[in-house]
């Protein structure tokens, strides 16, 4: 299961320089359009976004930060930027490839990713990176993404918790024109002021950084969300089921009731 990314590097890379001056950049010029920097890049960014082709249902997640750039000269698996959790010393990286907008993703960190936190990532065993791939509505996950990045690090995996908890709200009100009161509410959850909002939508150089995660995950064979690397290699798992066999190849892993047994407990 997955939210397909229907294009190709060199499609999406003409998309973003399409966009990035009109969305990001000249903020005092679309102050003067638009009356303060926040409406005019909020009218900009949402302005023919909603070509939506989410797919999924949504959901929510949880979890908490902790900076990653330290460990990268460690871990042959984290660049700079990674958002990590988890121990430094794990024999296990787990990356994730994904986006704020996808419905999968959503249904992944609500109904997979607290239990592979509680096994694995608590216990030592693994380390888990969140790498950023937005999909349809592109646009709201780029200013979702930015806004999760601007706040203070210890704040990123609650705040893309938060995103995938009001997934079909973000994008219902953003197909009624009201994204940018929806997004603001976001990076004040985040702990932004109004000024760190406006920057933060502003900020050239953070996403710069999310279209080379993007391109990264293109050239490492990315093509749709959630998609995972498990020690560097790329694997089709979903269910917490398929991590544990793939992750018994480097930790001990728990045992777990089948399904059919559990059904069958309950008649």
Known sequence: MACLFNTNLETYDMFTAAHTDSAYNNSRRHMAKFGTAKKGLTALIFAGAIALSACGDKGAATGAASAANAATATNPYLVEGDHVIGSPDAPVTIVEYASVTCGHCANWHEAVWPTLRKDYVDTGKVQFVYREFPTSPVRLAEVGF??????????????????????????????????????????????????????????????????????????????????????GEQKKVFRIEEFDEELANFVDVPTRESAEATESDGH
């Open 146 to 231: 930015m806004i999760a990045n601007c706040a203070a690090e210890d704040k990123f995996f609650a705040n893309i918790a938060l995103q995938y908890e009001k997934q079909t709200t973000l994008i219902d009100a953003a197909q009624i024109g009201r994204a940018g009161e929806e997004y603001a509410a976001l990076a004040r959850a985040a702990g932004l002021s109004e000024e760190d909002y406006e920057a933060c939508l502003a900020n050239e150089e953070e996403y710069a950084r999310i279209q080379e995660v993007v391109r990264d995950g293109f050239e490492a064979g990315v093509t749709g969300t959630p998609s995972f690397f498990i020690n």
